[in-house]
């Protein structure tokens, strides 16, 4: 796949373990640069150093939960228009509203499709998709073939 040449940073931030690990071992197939973080702890400090070009989060975070997480982020100047894609099994309009009031970009309910995912992320970096390929049209296949869905 064509990636830019400065490779893309993401902040991810899922408690469970197994997510955590499947969303980061994909995205960095994808060719980002991931660090996976299992709560919201000392998140600015983190995104001042680590300065993600997307942040994602679940809402059901220990000890700091997403909402609140998203207003932390939207109140620091520099990361008021960093684009957050709220990921989380939460799947009432409510749930998506309330992440959308708080400041979040976009909201996905799980279980979702690493294609969905991948997709989602290029729209709201911006980023023209790759043009598909035979080798691309496979390896989507294969992604997309398994009976697995993320939770």
């Not at 660090?35 to 070009?53: K, V």
Request: proline share 7%; net charge negative.
């Amino acid at each position: 796949m064509n990636f830019p040449e400065e490779q893309r940073r993401i902040l991810l931030i899922e408690d469970d373990y197994g997510n955590r690990v499947l969303f980061a071992d994909f995205l960095e197939h994808c060719g980002y640069r991931v660090l996976p973080l299992a709560d919201g702890n000392n998140c600015i400090e983190i995104m001042q150093e680590f300065m993600p070009h997307i942040v994602l989060l679940d809402i059901k975070l220990p000890q700091i939960d997403g909402l609140t997480l998203i207003r932390t982020i939207r109140h620091h100047p520099q990361f008021r228009t960093l684009p957050i894609l709220v990921v989380s099994g939460y799947a009432f309009n409510t749930d998506r509203q309330r992440a959308l009031k708080a400041g979040a970009t976009d909201y996905m309910v799980k279980p979702i499709m690493p294609t969905t995912l991948s997709n989602k992320i290029l729209s709201l970096l911006k980023i023209p998709p790759t043009p598909i390929t035979e080798e691309n049209l496979s390896q989507d296949w294969e992604a997309d073939s398994s009976s697995e869905f993320w939770r």
